[in-house]
C-alpha cells in the first residue's frame, strides 16, 4: 500500500536549523525547526498549488491551495501529512471548477513556507526547486520528487491504455512543469539533475511540450516534460522513489507488473497477429475454411460459364 511521509525517519539527515526563519514561533501552529520529509514531499506537491495574499477592505488575507483533481489524494496524503507537520486541523475540501483544492488559510504557516522554499505569491511559473532542497540530504530529495510525481507526474492512465491498445509504446513516465518561454525550464532541469546524480535514474533531456493560457488574466505558460523510458531505470524509479498518491501508486503497481513479465510488452499483439499464420501452417479450421471459400468461388464461376455458353 502507498506510504505517507515518515514522522522520525531513524536515518543521519542534513538537517537545517529554520527556527530563525520567521518570527511565528509563538502562533498556536506547530512550527517545524529541521527540514523532515514531511516538509520535502509537500514542496513537491506545492508544483500543483500556490500560495496567495489578496488586499481588501478589511486588511490583508495569506493562504496556501493545493489543486488537484484527484480528491483521493488530497484527503488521504495532503491532509495528515500538512496536519502532523503544523499540528492543525484543516476545513473541507473544496471544488474549483474540475479540480478540489485544500487550503490553508493560518498567515504563520503561509509565510514560514513560502520563505523557506522562496515560493513568490501568486503565480509558480518562476518558482524553481527551493535550495534548501537541492542542499539536503538523499533521503530529503527522494520525498521532495516523490511529492512532484505525485502533483506533476504519471505514466498517463495506463491500465485504461493497456486494455484498449496493448501495443502501445513503453508507457514513460514523465515529470510535467510550466516556466515562461520555450527556451528553457529549470525546473525540470533541476529534477532531471537529481534524478541523474543522485539516484543514477537516466531520463530525457527536457522536451517541450506545449503552450496554453491560464488564469484570469490568460497568462501564457509554456509547457515541459521530462521522461523515463528505459525498462531498467522505470524499475529503479518505481523502487527508489515510488509514489504516495493512491492513483498512481497502482499505475505504478501495474506498470512493474508489465515490465517485469519473461514476454515482451507488446505480448498480445504478437499473438494476435501471429494466430492467422499458426492456424494456416497447422492446417486447422481457418485454412480449412479458406480453401473451401475459394473452391465455392471457383465453381460458382464455373457454372455461370455453362449457363451463358
Not at 525547526?33 to 509537500?42: S, T, V
Not at 484543516?90 to 474540475?98: A, V
Not at 509565510?111 to 532542497?133: E, M, N, R, S, V
Request: hydrophobic share 30%; glycine share 6%; charged share 30%.
Amino acid at each position: 500500500m502507498h506510504k505517507l511521509p515518515p514522522k522520525n525517519p531513524k536515518i543521519a539527515l542534513k538537517t537545517v536549523n529554520l527556527q530563525g526563519l520567521t518570527a511565528f514561533r509563538k502562533t498556536k501552529p506547530t512550527i517545524p525547526n529541521y527540514i523532515n520529509p514531511q516538509l520535502a514531499y509537500l514542496a513537491g506537491a506545492l508544483r500543483d498549488g500556490t500560495i496567495s495574499k489578496t488586499t481588501g477592505p478589511y486588511g490583508t488575507k495569506y493562504y496556501l491551495a493545493i489543486c488537484n483533481k484527484d480528491k483521493i489524494w488530497l484527503d488521504s496524503v495532503i491532509r495528515p501529512t500538512i496536519e502532523t507537520i503544523f499540528n492543525i486541523k484543516l476545513g473541507k475540501i473544496l471544488k474549483d471548477r474540475q479540480k478540489h483544492q485544500i487550503r490553508i488559510r493560518k498567515y504563520g504557516i503561509v509565510q514560514f513556507l513560502a520563505d523557506l522554499f522562496q515560493h513568490p505569491y501568486g503565480k509558480q511559473t518562476l518558482w524553481k526547486t527551493p535550495k534548501i532542497i537541492e542542499d539536503s540530504h538523499k533521503e530529503i530529495k527522494k520525498w521532495f520528487l516523490r511529492g512532484f510525481y505525485d502533483s506533476e507526474g504519471g505514466c498517463g492512465n495506463i491500465t485504461k491504455l493497456y486494455n484498449k491498445y496493448p501495443w502501445h509504446s513503453p508507457f514513460p513516465i514523465r515529470f510535467h512543469s510550466g516556466w515562461i518561454n520555450e527556451k528553457e525550464c529549470p525546473p525540470l532541469d533541476s529534477i532531471r539533475y537529481i534524478l541523474t546524480e543522485d539516484f543514477g535514474i537516466k531520463c530525457s533531456p527536457v522536451i517541450f511540450s506545449k503552450r496554453y493560457k491560464t488564469g484570469r488574466y490568460k497568462t501564457q505558460v509554456k509547457m515541459f516534460y521530462i521522461k523515463i523510458t528505459d525498462k531498467e531505470q522505470k524499475l529503479k524509479f518505481i523502487k527508489t522513489i515510488g509514489s504516495s498518491n493512491p492513483t498512481k501508486f497502482k499505475e505504478l503497481l501495474f506498470l512493474k507488473g508489465l515490465l517485469l513479465k519473461a514476454e515482451p510488452h507488446n505480448q498480445r499483439v504478437t499473438a494476435d497477429r501471429s494466430r492467422t499464420d499458426a492456424l494456416k501452417m497447422d492446417g486447422s479450421k481457418l485454412s480449412t475454411e479458406t480453401s473451401d471459400t475459394k473452391r465455392y468461388s471457383v465453381e460458382r464461376r464455373s457454372v455461370r460459364v455453362e449457363v451463358g455458353a
